[in-house]
């Protein structure tokens, strides 16, 4: 199975600057790999599929990149709601699988 | 609104079965995959499988084979997932999703928390 690797496991970022969280996988997913954020208590939220298309209702200042083994989510000027943890997800292969996440924290 | 309502916490002695339910409204219940992901302690989520209400046809990750069954009701736009013959190790937070892509989950349930204990 595909194995997704997040880096970095922490990442401490002030309010209002930007976030780069890294999704690496362990073969090529071509584009297909989505970006989900999970505030505590909350169920995840789809923010980001095929790598850089960003679902319904979510703001621009979430964007993704990347494609084969490397996958990019670029959060701008971070707002207080963005301090979460992302995961990311493929779905190129069978089964589909996760990401161990990226909590965002408050620096 | 789309809405995914999942049945309440369940505790459960090793080697019992649970069964859990995943409402859906706001949407044509037919027309989309569900997904089930599991989320246990201190570990990432897990995708256990999908069904597609409209055939009942299922798709289980390979781990999950022989022990998992994905079901549903349309008449009340339900899903169900059944664990049987389960260890301490079930223990965790299931998740009901639906997939605008087949594969990419839009629309989460608010997940149902299984604790296996003797």
């Known amino acids: 199975e595909i194995v997704l690797t997040q880096s970095p496991v922490t990442l401490s970022v002030s309010p209002g600057e930007r976030a780069t969280l890294s999704c690496r996988a362990s073969q090529s997913v071509s584009n297909f790999l989505a970006w989900y954020q999970q505030r505590p208590g909350q169920a995840p939220r789809l923010l980001i599929s095929?790598?850089?298309n960003r679902a319904s209702g979510i703001p621009a200042r979430f964007s993704g990149s990347g494609s084969g083994t490397d996958f990019t989510l670029t959060i701008d000027s971070l707002e207080p709601e963005d301090f979460a943890v992302y995961y990311c997800?493929?779905?190129?292969?069978?089964?589909?699988?996760f990401g161990g996440g990226t909590k965002v924290e408050i620096k | 609104q789309v809405k995914l309502v999942q049945s309440g916490a369940e505790v459960k002695k090793p080697g019992a079965s649970v069964k859990v339910s995943c409402k859906a409204s706001?949407?044509?219940?037919?027309?989309?995959?569900l997904h089930w992901v599991r989320r246990a302690p201190g570990q990432g989520f897990q995708w256990m499988g999908w069904i597609y209400p409209k055939t009942g046809e299922t798709d289980y990750a390979q781990e999950f084979q022989g022990w998992v069954t994905m079901s549903r009701d349309t008449s009340v736009s339900t899903a169900y997932m059944e664990l049987s013959r389960l260890r301490s190790e079930d223990t965790g937070v299931y998740f009901c999703a639906r997939a605008s892509d087949i594969a990419y989950m839009d629309v989460w349930g608010p997940g149902t928390t299984v604790t296996v204990s003797s």
């Open positions: 997800q493929q779905r190129r292969y069978w089964p589909l699988t």
């Open positions: 095929d790598s850089s």
């Open positions: 706001g949407y044509p219940f037919i027309g989309y995959y």
